[in-house]
Nanobody, 122 residues
Framework: QVQLRESGGGLVQAGGSLRLSCAAS????????MAWYRQAPGKQRELVAT???????NYADSVKGRFTISRDNNKYAEYLQMNSLKPEDTAVYYC????????????????WGQGTQVTVSS
């Protein structure tokens, strides 16, 4: 059983910073792309950032220049450094990853974490 677990969320003032972590556990063959999503109340879940196995990154326009996604393949982990936070960044942030396991064989399956709350006060 593969699980993703987020941590690092909390309450910060506008202009502050937070670093989110996501760790994958279980028997893992390989992790392909990883990503962070977020969902605010009353809004659809949106893609925040992605990172490939080779380290290539992509960001939503709303977070470019403020957020940085990274990964540690040895730890099966990904991170999201969030700087210059704004109230509109308030949301539940979800870790996402495409993971190969003995059950999936060579095929990757998409996994989601449970989410961690980020609240930015004005």
């Amino acid at each position: 059983q593969v699980q993703l677990r987020e941590s690092g969320g909390g309450l910060v003032q506008a202009g502050g910073s937070l670093r989110l972590s996501c760790a994958a556990s279980g028997i893992i063959r390989n992790i392909n792309s990883m990503a962070w999503y977020r969902q605010a109340p009353g809004k659809q879940r949106e893609l925040v950032a992605t990172i490939t196995s080779g380290g290539s990154t992509n960001y939503a326009d709303s977070v470019k220049g403020r957020f940085t996604i990274s990964r540690d393949n040895n730890k099966y982990a990904e991170y999201l450094q969030m700087n210059s936070l704004k109230p509109e960044d308030t949301a539940v942030y979800y870790c996402n990853a495409d993971i190969q396991t003995p059950l999936t064989g060579a095929r990757a399956r998409n996994y989601w974490g449970q989410g961690t709350q980020v609240t930015v006060s004005s």
